[in-house]
């Protein structure tokens, strides 16, 4: 797998991701949301694509490197695509954000919605620990856990 900077060109391939994901069906419902969001993580530079070995996309996250407090890097969102789920593309995303992150960082963040526990129970796995429980951030009656990863010294 190898990650690299995404170009507005793989915008449909990202959203396709989103739009058939839990997260998707709760947040990324509407299209000209999603286009919206995306639009603005390439347009920022914060969008990395996953691909394979064939170049075949794989996924994207939105990092912004100082998205949390204004100093630490916050992963905004991580979508694989439907057929390369289940297979560890999304871990090796993950190890990939976290290295970027540490690279200037002691800590790095991301937030997880209570209804998605299985991502949540991955992101236990790895080492993040809930911080803080934000009640009806983005939708009334979901809350979000704040996760934090500490770099190893």
């Known amino acids: 797998m190898n ?8 915008l449909d391939d990202c959203r396709q991701s989103l739009a058939n994901c839990v997260l998707g069906e709760r947040y990324f419902y509407d299209t000209n949301h999603t286009l919206k969001f995306l639009t603005e993580g390439f347009n920022k530079g914060e969008i990395l694509i996953a691909l ?10 939105r ?14 969102v991580i979508a694989v695509k439907e057929n390369y789920r289940g297979h560890g593309f999304g871990s090796k995303m993950l190890k990939f954000y976290e ?13 997880v919605s209570e209804f998605n526990e ?20 983005y ?8 996760m934090m ?3 190893i010294k």
């Open 118 to 137: 299985r991502a949540k129970f991955l992101y236990e796995r790895i080492g993040y620990k809930v911080v803080g429980k934000i009640p009806n951030l």
């Open 3 to 10: 990650v690299e900077q995404g170009t507005i060109e793989l």
């Open 149 to 151: 990863k500490e770099k």
């Open 99 to 111: 290295g970027l992150g540490f690279e200037n960082s002691d800590k790095v963040f991301l937030l």
């Open 52 to 61: 394979n070995s064939l170049g075949e996309f794989i996924g994207f996250m």
């Open 63 to 76: 990092v912004d490197l100082f998205g949390a407090f204004a100093k630490f890097p916050l992963l905004r």
């Open 139 to 146: 939708q009334k009656g979901t809350a979000e856990f704040l």
